[in-house]
């Protein structure tokens, strides 16, 4: 089955700083999502992005999908920015969400 | 505008025993997906409910069922709990063919 694989696995910055994390697929897909996982466990959808780029407030995304990677970019980093982001991928068009790992990051003030 | 949600919030069994959990999708969305998803893992499929049929299932034994009724809120039931169905359980809905939204999720603990 496809494989999904996320880098880095873990993250801490200093607060104001900026990171990107990235969401390597293993083969071609209907849709891929980036999600965040807050402390408490809420999931929260941050993109739907099959492809091409978008952005909302200090969040982008990108994705590449002939060359199968994502990348989520996170400026200006802030404390409630912590918790773990995950990317999952739908095959074909089934709908089943493939996720990758997760990327924990830690944000200090 | 109600989203996800899911109850109860946490839940504590002991080992063969059997549990249901339950979910309402949000306003307008008729497809309803359950996910596990274990301490420092990723969420794994469990099966997907579309017009009150499974049409999509996971690796997950038949330990693990659901249902979905005609208002498209769902049910995961469990039978014959073991160690190792301890997690976070989530439901996510959509309009069929759309983006998954979340809701909180079940914490289950299995003694």
């Known amino acids: 089955g496809i494989q999904v694989e996320q880098s880095p696995p873990d993250l801490i910055l200093q607060e104001g700083a900026n990171s990107t994390l990235r969401c390597n697929f293993s083969d071609s897909v209907n849709n891929l999502q980036w999600f965040h996982q807050n402390p408490w466990g809420q999931l929260i959808n941050l993109f739907y992005i099959p492809s091409g780029t978008k952005q909302n407030g200090r969040l982008s995304a990108t994705t590449v999908a002939t060359e199968r990677y994502s990348l989520l970019y996170i400026s200006s980093s802030q404390t409630t920015d912590s918790g773990v982001y995950f990317c999952a991928v739908e095959r074909d068009s089934n709908y089943q969400l493939i996720w990758g790992a997760g990327t924990k990051l830690i944000i200090k003030p | 505008d109600a989203g996800v949600t899911q109850s109860p919030t946490h839940l504590i069994k002991t080992r063969g025993q059997q549990v249901t959990l339950r979910c309402s999708p949000k306003?307008?969305?008729?497809?309803v997906s359950w996910y596990q998803q274990a301490l420092g893992q990723g969420p794994q499929f469990i099966f997907q409910y579309y017009e009150e049929e499974e049409r999509q299932r996971g690796n997950f034994p038949d330990r693990f069922s659901g249902h979905q009724f005609p208002n498209y809120s769902s049910e995961l039931n469990v039978n014959a709990l073991l160690l190792g169905d301890s997690a976070l359980y989530l439901c996510?809905?959509?309009?069929?063919?759309?983006?998954?939204?979340f809701g909180d999720g079940t914490r289950l603990s299995i003694l």
């Open positions: 996510a809905s959509s309009p069929w063919g759309q983006p998954q939204h």
């Open positions: 306003s307008g969305h008729d497809t």
